[in-house]
């Protein structure tokens, strides 16, 4: 399974961008999906993630401000970033999970993982 992220790039705080993820294979829509990001010189932290039945969750930072959302035809997810903030600078990755887990926020519960897409906010 690979896993494919763009969508990055420079915006001015206040702007928006949107990120996608095209996965391979057949399974995507039995898929859970994740959005994780890493700042420099910080652990990689939890954004988003959306079941296989569409239900979503959100990191407290980014609630209200970001939509994760997937279109199993096209096998992609996407981040929908709106109101950017110079502390969302980071690099972006997307990740998949195989199996039902409660824990959707740990790195460790994710199978596949892309390589990241990098956002940067300036003020």
């Known amino acids: 399974v690979q896993l494919q992220a763009s969508g990055g790039g420079l915006v001015q705080a206040g702007g928006s961008l949107r990120l996608s993820c095209a996965v391979s294979g057949r399974a995507f829509s039995t898929y859970g999906m994740g959005w994780f990001r890493q700042a420099p010189g910080k652990e990689r932290e939890f954004v988003a993630s959306?079941?296989?039945?569409?239900?979503?969750y959100y990191a407290d930072s980014v609630k209200g401000r970001f939509t994760i959302s997937r279109d199993n035809a096209k096998n992609t997810v996407y981040l929908q970033m709106n109101s950017l903030k110079p502390e969302d600078t980071a690099a972006y990755y997307c990740?998949?999970?195989?199996?039902?887990?409660?824990?959707?926020?740990?790195?460790?519960?994710?199978?596949?993982w892309g390589k990241g897409t990098l956002v940067t906010v300036s003020s």
């Open positions: 959306i079941r296989w039945n569409s239900n979503t």
């Open positions: 990740a998949a999970r195989r199996t039902l887990v409660v824990d959707i926020a740990t790195p460790k519960a994710y199978d596949y």
